[in-house]
Each structure stands twice: as structure tokens, then as C-alpha cells.
């Protein structure tokens, strides 16, 4: 049977013919069908032939690859990542830090300032420090969370990712001591835990309260200032999410045309012990300056009749 056994060998048609014998133009037909069906089912080497099958190797090679660069590419071996889950020689801290090739998980020994990596692109891996060192930060080079420095500590770990050639972004930080990393103040941005001096004024808002079944609910959670303007003769309730330093004020402005009482819960404290009256005039107003001392104590000062 003519063309290809299953294991390669290709046969023709008519066996070879013999010599000093007529040649059928038939049988020389057939043979050159045979040759031509044979050279459609290989392999072009200028790319033209579709693969239709399985290619199986037999336990050899595909060499001279070009490296993939989209979906649906091979890829040569050089480019698999072959050493996740592995752990490297420990890296020597220094400037630059010189990254492995031999895993992705490193122990950085030494104390040395580390501002950029010798690495690959497209490398993922991870260094744990075994001592106290300074990571530098730069935007490009090695990218740091917080975009501050980071001083090391022996156990913590980082996870880096080489955005390119030298270029490092650490994409997850986690200190030995379960805290987190440190925001590094930025320019014009209002920190909770830096000493900042303010160049432009800094106003609050005020929320406006309301009495329901004479009592004013306050959540100290909302503001630090507060309003309110009478409907009927009420109780200034005694905070909820109270925390000590807060302060602020309550601004009162008495009913229009019918003035009314005001009450105040156990934790409001003034001067002397007693709680004052409101004005009882027609849209008067009075203020309280509060600051709160303790989580049932709140130091109050009043001003009366405003207007």
C-alpha cells in the first residue's frame, strides 16, 4: 500500500522497475501521485504545512526555538520559571543586591543599604532578612510600599517582582513582628501620626442634631461639631463612640416662638457642677465647648445668650 507505514517509511505504488523493460506510463503515473501526495503530507520548512497530527518525539529535542512572546507560543527553556518553590544560596546584602538564579526564595544576610537588584525581568521571588538593614526607596528602581524607606528586621520577609531588567516593585511586605509597614509622610498629605504645621486653614463641619422623644442622640463617631435648634423641651443624651480628646462644640438656637428646656446626660460636666439653662428668648443661641476626658466624662464649658 502506498505512502507512510505508521512509522515513517514511505512506499509507492509499483515496485522499481527493472532494467531494459517498457515502463508503464500508468505505473510511472501512479508513482509520481504517490511522491507528490508524500511530499504534501511533510513538513515544510519555509512554514507552509498545517501540522494535522500529534508529533511524537521519540525522546528527542526541538532546538533553536525562538523564545515565545505571545498566547499560544512554546516557549524555550530558558523562559519557564523553574525555580518557584525553591530555596537559593543566601544572598549577601549589598548595593546592588545580586539576585539568584538557582531558586526564589532567599535569605539575605549582612546589614548593607540595598537600593536596587542585579535581576532578570519578569523574575518573582522573595527574600527573608535575617538582620536589621535599610531598604531604600525609589519609585523605579525599588519600589517600596508606603513610599518610604523600610528598616528591616531578622525574620521579614519580601516579595518582589522585576517589572524589568534591574527594576523592582515589592508587591507584598510582612514583618516578623506582625505590624504593619510605615507610610512615609508626603508632601502636603495630613498624617494621623506625624507632627505637621498647617499652611491654609483647616474648617470642620457641622452636624445638625434632632430631638425625638425629648432626647438628642449625639455619635461622636460623626463630628466634632454639632447642632441644633429646638422643637420641644428635650435631653442632650450622653454620647455614643466616645473617645478621650475629643473636642468640639454644640451650637444651640432656641425655638422661634416658643422657647423650651434643655437636659443633659450624666457625663456632660461644667464649672461648679451645675448645668445651665438655656436662654429661654425666641431663637436665642448658646454654645457648648466640650473636650472629652475619659469614656463617662465630658468637661464642658457654656456661653449663653449669644444672641
Known sequence: MAGRNGSGVFTVTNADFVSGTTISS???????????????QSIAAD?????????PMNSKKLTGLAAGSSAG?????????????????????????????DGNYFDVTGTATI??????????YF?????????????????LPGEGDITTAAGDIAEWQSTGANTVQCVGYTKADGTAVAVAAIAN?????????????????????????????????LNNHYSHTFTEATTLANPTNIVAGTSGSFFFTQHASSPKTLAFG???????????????????????????????????VWTGAMA
Open 189 to 221: 498629605n495630613a498624617l494621623t501620626n506625624a507632627v505637621q504645621t498647617f499652611s491654609k486653614t483647616q474648617s470642620g463641619s457641622i452636624t445638625a442634631l434632632s430631638s425625638s422623644s425629648n432626647s438628642i442622640a449625639v455619635d461622636l463617631a
Open 127 to 143: 527574600t527573608q532578612f535575617d538582620g536589621i538593614l535599610t531598604l531604600t526607596h525609589h519609585a523605579t528602581t525599588q519600589d
Open 26 to 40: 500508468s505505473e510511472m503515473d501512479a508513482n509520481f501521485s504517490d511522491v507528490a501526495t508524500g511530499l504534501t
Open 47 to 55: 512554514g507552509q504545512t498545517t501540522i494535522t497530527g500529534n508529533l
Open 266 to 300: 450624666s457625663y456632660y460636666d461644667f464649672a461648679g457642677g451645675t448645668a445651665p439653662t438655656v436662654t429661654a428668648t425666641n431663637s436665642a443661641r448658646d454654645r457648648i465647648d466640650y473636650i472629652v476626658r475619659s469614656s463617662t466624662l465630658i468637661e464642658c
Open 115 to 124: 537600593a536596587t537588584h542585579t535581576v532578570a525581568v519578569s523574575r518573582h
Open 73 to 101: 507560543d512554546s516557549v524555550r527553556y530558558e523562559q519557564l520559571d523553574i525555580t518557584t518553590g525553591v530555596k537559593g544560596a543566601d544572598l549577601t546584602s549589598a548595593e546592588p543586591l545580586v539576585v539568584g538564579t
